[in-house]
């Protein structure tokens, strides 16, 4: 596994026209890997966007390293980095506790009577966007927990929440609930956990959905 990031080149307008949707943003990834492109190969790349110190960046999971003048053509020349996800994964151990960052689509199923699929629907509040993580932490291999005894301190939280545009066709396209988590947890299951790392969590992880990383506390 492999764990890269490129700095968005935000004062380049010309250069990133195309990224107007999560769409563009999709391809640019899929873009990353012309070699499975060539063998007619879509595995799943976990990615998404981050803000750090008034800078975007586009962070990204992958089996096989990304080409990197592939990676860099929408970014800031020089800031790729590709580096070897494998050893951290491997040092991982179960109890160890971590400080987190999440980015996904919390969803949930409606369904009416007399109806065979339910509607997927997402969850407006920042209170139900909280309990979505919160139900799956167990089952994703994680305990979700408080820094230390205050009970002011929340395991985690929201920080930040908007409606990305998603353009699927020529003349249509949606707005998919994006939330950005962050908080501390604890490692339950470790085989699971690492799972959780490198598949994702919840929806529309082509989209910039489901990218969970962690840091060792303090």
Same mark, same amino acid.
Do not use: C
């Given at each position: %596994?492999?764990?890269?990031?490129?700095?968005?080149?935000?004062?380049?307008?010309?250069?990133?026209?195309?990224?107007?949707?999560?769409?563009?943003?999709?391809?640019?990834?899929?873009? $990353?890997?012309?070699?499975? #492109?060539?063998?007619?190969?879509?595995?799943?790349? /976990?990615?998404?966007?981050?803000?750090?110190? =008034?800078?975007?960046? /586009?962070?990204? #999971?992958?089996?096989?390293?990304?080409?990197?003048?592939?990676?860099?053509?929408?970014? #800031?020349?020089?800031?790729? &980095?590709?580096? $070897?996800?494998?050893?951290?994964?491997?040092?991982?151990?179960?109890?160890?506790?971590?400080?987190?960052?999440?980015?996904?689509?919390?969803?949930?199923?409606?369904?009416?009577? !007399?109806?065979?699929? !339910?509607?997927?629907?997402?969850?407006?509040?920042? %209170?139900?966007?909280?309990?979505?993580?919160?139900?799956?932490? &167990?089952?994703?291999?994680?305990?979700?927990?408080?820094?230390?005894?205050?009970?002011?301190?929340?395991?985690?939280?929201?920080?930040?929440?908007?409606?990305?545009?998603?353009?699927?066709?020529?003349?249509?396209?949606?707005?998919? $609930?994006?939330? $950005?988590?962050? !908080?501390?947890?604890?490692?339950?299951?470790?085989?699971?956990?690492?799972?959780?790392?490198?598949?994702?969590? =919840?929806?529309?992880?082509?989209? !910039? %959905? =489901?990218? %969970?990383?962690?840091?060792?506390?303090?």
């Amino acid at each position: %596994m492999y764990l890269s990031r490129v700095e968005v080149d935000r004062q380049n307008r010309y250069k990133i026209r195309d990224l107007t949707h999560l769409g563009a943003y999709h391809n640019w990834v899929e873009q $990353s890997f012309p070699r499975e #492109v060539a063998a007619g190969k879509r595995p799943r790349h /976990l990615w998404r966007l981050d803000r750090l110190a =008034g800078k975007e960046y /586009l962070l990204l #999971v992958s089996e096989a390293a990304p080409d990197k003048a592939k990676l860099e053509r929408y970014g #800031v020349l020089g800031t790729v &980095e590709i580096k $070897s996800y494998d050893d951290f994964l491997q040092q991982l151990q179960p109890g160890q506790v971590l400080q987190f960052r999440l980015t996904a689509n919390p969803t949930h199923k409606v369904t009416k009577p !007399g109806q065979r699929q !339910g509607r997927v629907l997402p969850h407006i509040t920042v %209170m139900q966007q909280r309990k979505w993580l919160a139900d799956r932490a &167990e089952k994703h291999g994680f305990q979700l927990i408080m820094r230390d005894q205050d009970e002011a301190n929340l395991a985690f939280d929201v920080v930040n929440r908007d409606w990305p545009q998603l353009q699927r066709k020529a003349h249509s396209g949606a707005r998919l $609930s994006r939330v $950005s988590f962050e !908080g501390f947890l604890k490692i339950t299951d470790l085989a699971q956990f690492q799972q959780t790392l490198t598949r994702g969590l =919840g929806r529309e992880k082509a989209f !910039g %959905m =489901g990218l %969970m990383t962690v840091v060792p506390e303090g």
